[in-house]
């Protein structure tokens, strides 16, 4: 029902910057929030950062606050992940996800891009 087409991956330096892009299409209004996640080798996919569709609210993981910030252009259906003050710890798979706000929570429906290689070189 949503497409979701990621871009902005790429390799960087520590310290550096990347702006990440997900676009949605079909039925987007099945969803009332995006956000990104995250898959490092051997580990858990994370939430990074969530952001309602409607309203002014986001959520980002600890790990990322004060140094991603996420975004989006409701007229373009599209939304952006800003990444600055990139660490080697950073570097994953990142998936945008199509999903909704449940109170302060964000949950993950099954929409998800295709993923987009972020790797930080120290």
């Known amino acids: 029902q949503v497409q979701l087409v990621e871009s902005g991956g790429g390799l960087v330096q520590a310290g550096g910057s990347l702006r990440l892009s997900c676009a949605a299409s079909?039925?987007?209004?099945?969803?009332?929030?995006m956000g990104w996640y995250r898959q490092a080798p051997g580990k858990q996919r994370e939430l990074v950062a969530g952001?309602?569709?409607?309203?002014?609210?986001?959520k980002y993981a600890d790990s990322v606050k004060g140094r991603f910030t996420i975004s989006r252009d409701n007229a373009k259906n599209t939304v952006y992940l800003q990444m600055n003050s990139l660490k080697p710890e950073d570097t994953a798979v990142y998936f945008c996800?199509?999903?909704?706000?449940?109170?302060?929570?964000?949950?993950?429906?099954?929409?998800w891009g295709q993923g987009t290689q972020v790797t930080v070189s120290s």
């Open positions: 952001i309602s569709l409607s309203y002014p609210i986001t």
């Open positions: 079909g039925s987007t209004f099945s969803i009332n929030a």
């Open positions: 996800n199509g999903g909704q706000f449940w109170g302060n929570r964000y949950s993950f429906d099954n929409y």
